[in-house]
Structures are given as C-alpha cells and as structure tokens.
C-alpha cells in the first residue's frame, strides 16, 4: 500500500525544538516534492515547508526556524523546528507530489497528520 507515515510532534515549551519525520510506505521519494502543511482551527491548512531536488522552500514565519532535510537512504523527510513558538501551534501533514504526465495531472499523498502544541 502507498501512503505517507508520520512520526514526531507533541508537546513543547517556547523555545524548544521538536523533529517530525516523513517516511515513504510502498513507494520512494524519488522525484517527488515532499513537505509538511500546518492547520489550526478555523483556518485552512497552509504550506510550512518543502524540499525538492531543485529547492527549498519555507513558510517567512518558519524561516531561520526550521530546517527541513531529505535522507534518501531512508526514504524519510525530516522538519527540524527549533525556536518554537505558541503560533506553531497545529497539526502538522506531510505531503508528497509530482507530476506525472505532460498535461500536469498529479500524484497527492497526504500524511494522517501529528499535533504539535507550543505552551507558552
């Protein structure tokens, strides 16, 4: 089966640091763009941050924060968050995508989702 496995997240104080990990279940990451989305209550999931073979991308309220890393021997994405704040706060999905054919059709794998929470 093809799916997206999460791991990491919980509980924090501000200014701690947690990791969450992305790992590849029945496939691999091989050209696919993979990256974490953030939802809060009442608000629409958002893009945190992504990596792909041509780039990094992040979220302005991430950057200087987070790091996010691929580790192709693991078939695994890593989001390193540090300096934490309460606005982290929300449920963490990881996301895998690529196009697959010239008219721009796309594979879309979503996570199950873990919760981060940044006490203050």
């Known amino acids: 089966e093809v799916q997206l496995v999460e791991s990491g997240g919980g509980l924090v104080q501000t200014g701690g640091s947690l990791r969450l990990a992305c790992s590849a279940s029945?496939?691999?990451?091989?050209?696919?763009?993979v990256g974490w989305f953030r939802q809060t209550p009442g608000k629409e999931r958002e893009p945190v941050s992504c990596?792909?073979?041509?780039?990094?991308y992040y979220a302005d309220s991430v950057k200087g924060r987070f790091t996010i890393s691929s580790h192709d021997a693991e078939n695994r994405v890593y989001l390193r968050m540090d300096s934490l704040k309460p606005e982290d706060t929300g449920v963490y999905y990881c996301?895998?995508?690529?196009?697959?054919?010239?008219?721009?059709?796309?594979?879309?794998?979503w996570g199950q989702g873990n919760q981060v929470t940044v006490s203050s």
């Open positions: 990596i792909s073979i041509r780039d990094a």
């Open positions: 996301n895998a995508r690529k196009v697959v054919n010239v008219e721009g059709a796309l594979v879309d794998l």
């Open positions: 029945g496939f691999t990451f091989d050209d696919y763009a």
